[in-house]
């Protein structure tokens, strides 16, 4: 299992939102993840700010999305939800 600081490390980023947002969902979600999910949760953070705060907010491009491993629009769908 990744470390649970490094983790909230890497969610620390230049957009004020994706610091709330990114922080909100490992405190409340981060442990019931499986393995899969970690994975793509990690995926998720190597994105650039701007193009993850956009998948995030649901304004991405539609293909964008569509391009998307199926775990990282599940997982998606769970941050949003925070």
Known sequence: ???IERVRWR??????????VLGRFVE????????DE???FEA?????DNPLWDMIAGRAEREAQEA???E???LLEKIRAV
Request: hydrophobic fraction near 40%; glycine fraction near 2%; proline fraction near 6%.
């Open 1 to 3: 299992m990744k470390n």
């Open 11 to 20: 969610c620390r980023r230049g957009l004020l939102e994706l610091d709330i």
């Open 28 to 35: 409340r979600h981060y442990a019931t993840l499986d393995e």
């Open 38 to 40: 970690r994975e793509a």
């Open 44 to 48: 998720l953070l190597d994105m650039p």
């Open 68 to 70: 998307m491993p199926d």
């Open 72 to 74: 990282q629009l599940a």
